[in-house]
């Protein structure tokens, strides 16, 4: 049987938005993010990142510097005892000097590369997943996959707002931050079970 997952977004999302982070330094994780990853763990969920970081095809960080980041973001949230199961993110960027990384690819948020390789590596039941994160991009990703996609205000979420009410394209839910989001989670999946959905 197939796994369920709950996807993420990092930047806004689990930690402060401060741009393009090259070093781990600049990493504020939420004080709630710690307490809602150990609830998607209680639920069952996978807890897997998807993340745009299109800084390490613009130069401004190196891929490897990239990789201790999320280790030690994994590292600080196992502290809380809060589990992630996988990150995954898009280095690329179209107008890249480096040519390994200058390319129109499929793994950048909206489109559902990411999560189709999530899905391979972690046994993942896309259409019985949620998507949360802040931006339009995560959103348009969670419908592109079919997964409940979900808007948090944190970061850039109340620009995002405005823009998805402009284009039509409603998150089935809007939470005040990440917490709120997974608690919402928690409640639609108990009155499925109570139906029997």
Excluded at 82 to 107: E, F, K, M, N, T
Excluded at 127 to 133: A, E, F, L, T, V
Excluded at 165 to 175: K, S, T
Aim: aromatic residues 8%; contains cysteine.
């Amino acid at each position: 049987m197939k796994h369920r997952a709950v996807f993420l977004d990092r930047d806004g999302t689990i930690n402060r938005d401060v741009g393009y982070p090259s070093d781990y330094r600049q990493i504020e994780i939420f004080p709630f993010s710690g307490e809602a990853i150990r609830e998607i763990n209680r639920m069952g969920f996978k807890a897997v990142v998807v993340t745009n970081q299109s800084g390490v095809g613009r130069g401004f960080i190196p891929e490897p510097a990239l990789d201790v980041i999320h280790r030690r973001l994994k590292a600080a949230l196992g502290r809380r005892r809060a589990r992630l199961d996988g990150i995954y993110y898009c280095p690329h960027y179209v107008r890249a000097v480096d040519p390994q990384y200058r390319r129109d690819c499929s793994c950048r948020k909206p489109k559902p590369g990411l999560g189709r390789r999530a899905a391979s590596d972690l046994g993942l039941d896309l259409k019985r997943s949620y998507m949360i994160g802040d931006k339009v991009e995560d959103i348009q990703f969670g419908l592109a996959i079919g997964a409940v996609p979900i808007l948090v205000l944190t970061g850039y979420g109340r620009r995002s707002l405005a823009r998805l009410r402009e284009c039509r394209q409603a998150p089935a839910h809007v939470a005040r931050d990440l917490r709120t989001a997974v608690r919402w989670i928690a409640r639609r999946e108990e009155a499925a079970g109570r139906s029997g959905a």
